[in-house]
């Protein structure tokens, strides 16, 4: 069975300092992986995903996410936090032969000036 | 940029009411979620359709649910006995193809349903 575990469910930042939210996998087989930002009354919206082309991904407003099969990792990170990503994040596992979403927990960040 | 769209944004209903919720998925899309989330609790998935059919469902899932596609632009969730339980947000989603598991849905806003 497939699930994912969001390891923080609230992670505050300065404005301007580097974000990580994390998130590990369980997978039998080789999982697609993604992780989706849901701002205040808005729908879930895609940052990126893994297609196992690369490990390293980069997705929208400059977030990147790295997939480490040795640690079951897909941490979410950005260099620089900015007001307007404060908002929801869920990292997301499909794969294995069905396309349901698996989702975790989320993680609130919220970033402070 | 298209979207997924969903109405009402928040519906509140009594016990054992009848409950309709829609979805208007992105036009060329060809594959349609439903998800829900219970406050505090994770997104969890509750059915996938294809074809006019459930190609996928979860345990969640029971008689008191079904989908429809009543015409072409709209995909729909009832809840014929609504119970207090099944107060949570309703989400939607739609994807293009099935080529890969890496395909992209793309989710609406949400419906917030509370049954009183």
């Known amino acids: 069975a497939q699930s994912v575990t969001q390891l923080d469910s609230h992670v505050s930042v300065s404005e301007g300092t580097p974000v990580l939210l994390r998130c590990n996998y369980s997978?039998?087989?080789?999982?697609?992986l993604f992780w989706y930002v849901q701002h205040p009354n808005k729908g879930l919206q895609l940052l990126l995903k893994?297609?196992?082309?690369?490990?390293l991904v980069k997705g929208i407003n400059g977030f990147e996410a790295e997939f480490k099969k040795s640690e079951t990792s897909f941490h979410l990170t950005k260099p620089s936090a900015h007001m307007s990503d404060a908002a929801e994040y869920f990292c997301?596992?499909?794969?294995?032969?069905?396309?349901?979403?698996?989702f975790g927990t989320g993680t609130r960040l919220k970033v402070l000036a | 940029e298209p979207e997924v769209t969903q109405t009402p944004s928040h519906q509140v209903t009594q016990m054992g009411q009848e409950v309709i919720l829609r979805c208007v998925p992105i036009?060329?899309?060809?594959?349609f979620y439903w998800y829900r989330q219970i406050l505090g609790q994770k997104v969890e998935f509750l059915v996938s359709?294809?074809?006019?059919?459930?190609?996928?469902k979860s345990e969640i899932f029971d008689d008191q649910f079904s989908v429809e596609r009543p015409d072409g632009s709209n995909f729909t969730l009832k809840i014929r006995s609504t119970k207090l339980e099944d107060s949570a947000m309703y989400f939607c989603?739609?994807?293009?193809?099935?080529?890969?598991?890496?395909?992209?849905?793309?989710f609406g806003p949400g419906t917030r349903l509370t049954v009183l």
């Open positions: 036009s060329n899309h060809l594959y």
């Open positions: 997301v596992v499909s794969g294995s032969g069905t396309y349901k979403y698996i």
């Open positions: 989603a739609s994807s293009e193809d099935r080529i890969s598991s890496t395909d992209t849905q793309y």
């Open positions: 359709f294809y074809n006019n059919e459930i190609s996928e």
């Open positions: 893994y297609t196992s082309a690369a490990t």
């Open positions: 997978s039998s087989y080789s999982p697609s």
